[in-house]
């Protein structure tokens, strides 16, 4: 059973906010669709948007206090939460005839489908921003568990020292030796488990690895645009000319107002290009570090700065023109996943298929070094 998720108002509006303004593109899109350019005031942008806002909160809050009491899943459930909030949220925002006019065109599919992937990004990124409750006590709790385990390990020792002396000395019938074997076996493997359990919570300490998250490359893939923007846009404001300093054509547009939608096109072209070109470089280093036992932040964006970097060089350092495009907005990448896959427990080997039972021996047994004389 999963721990409950936190109850966060700011998360919740946060979401909220997130859906409706999503929800409210799609309106305006739509409008375009229709030949309707005009534009919209701030006053009527509000309005528009705080419909599906509420919408989205109100099926959002009522969805997070059901989870909290099955409790069972939570990360595949908030996921079909979001959708679910995003896609009445969205229809909220469209009338009726806006509808009619989208299954006449034929993207209703398309409809669906973007809202199941924003929707699930929503709520897999309220659960990472909300996180769970935790108990104030529990480190008492983890101290008094780790005695009461530590106190009966040393019972168990002395009680099995106690039954072989028994048996050394005739004392004890034939079954203490059994009795004397299995009690250490016992303890030594709720030792070796590195689970503590208290009355609130289950407290693991072993080996740990990232886990592996679509949601979570998406999100990475998606935060690496917004860098990869921030970027080009100082490479070309800082260095416009020749000289540091906006081009002369760059101040005329931002004068008239043309830079706007210049902005724009920058910003979807590079959300664009980072959502094709990394999320198969993420997913490949996240593997890697898995395989190498790498788990801490600076590894992830190490590793996301040092594959472009190391790629350009290859290329005898000419490479660099086409790869330092990419250094940054892959690091943040690899740190964005990093922090929104969340930790888990390290794989176990997998499992084997025996055709030869007689090969179930240790690499080192005498028998993987001599060999059967048939003939």
Request: charged share 15%; net charge negative; aromatic share 8%.
């Amino acid at each position: 059973m999963d721990q409950p998720v936190a109850t966060k108002i700011g998360a919740h509006i946060t979401s909220a906010l997130f859906g409706g303004a999503f929800a409210t593109a799609q309106f305006r899109q739509y409008n375009a669709w229709e030949g309707d350019l005009s534009g919209i005031s701030p006053d009527e942008l509000i309005v528009a948007t705080a419909l599906p806002t509420v919408v989205f909160l109100v099926i959002f809050v009522a969805g997070h206090m059901m989870i909290r009491k099955l409790n069972e899943k939570v990360r595949l459930a908030y996921s079909l939460l979001g959708f679910v909030a995003l896609f009445a949220a969205s229809l909220s925002a469209m009338p009726i005839h806006l509808i009619q006019t989208a299954m006449d065109n034929g993207i209703v599919s398309i409809l669906v489908a973007l809202n199941a992937a924003i929707g699930s990004l929503i709520g897999f990124l309220h659960l990472r921003s909300a996180g769970y409750e935790f108990d104030e006590n529990e480190i008492a709790q983890i101290e008094e568990a780790l005695a009461s385990k530590a106190s009966s390990s040393a019972a168990s020792l002395v009680s099995a020292e106690a039954q072989a002396s028994g048996q050394a000395s005739g004392e004890r019938g034939q079954s203490a030796p059994a009795q004397a074997v299995q009690t250490p076996a016992k303890n030594e493997a709720d030792d070796n488990t590195g689970v503590v359990r208290t009355k609130n919570g289950t407290f693991f300490d072993g080996p740990l690895q990232v886990i592996t998250s679509g949601n979570a490359v998406f999100a990475a893939a998606l935060s690496g645009g917004l860098v990869h923007f921030l970027y080009t846009a100082i490479i070309y404001l800082g260095f416009s000319n020749g000289k540091f300093g906006a081009s002369e054509s760059l101040k005329d547009d931002i004068l008239s107002g043309g830079v706007f939608s210049s902005v724009v096109f920058g910003l979807m072209f590079s959300i664009v290009v980072c959502m094709i070109t990394l999320p198969p470089a993420i997913y490949i280093l996240h593997k890697f570090l898995v395989s190498r036992n790498r788990v801490d932040l600076t590894s992830y964006v190490v590793a996301g700065g040092a594959l472009p970097l190391g790629t350009g060089l290859l290329m005898f350092g000419l490479g660099l023109l086409l790869t330092h495009w990419l250094i940054l907005p892959l690091a943040a990448a690899m740190g964005v996943y990093h922090r929104l896959a969340g930790i888990e427990p390290a794989a176990l080997p997998d499992d084997i298929e025996v055709s030869d039972p007689r090969a179930l021996i240790a690499e080192d047994h005498v028998r993987r070094r001599m060999r059967r004389v048939v003939g």
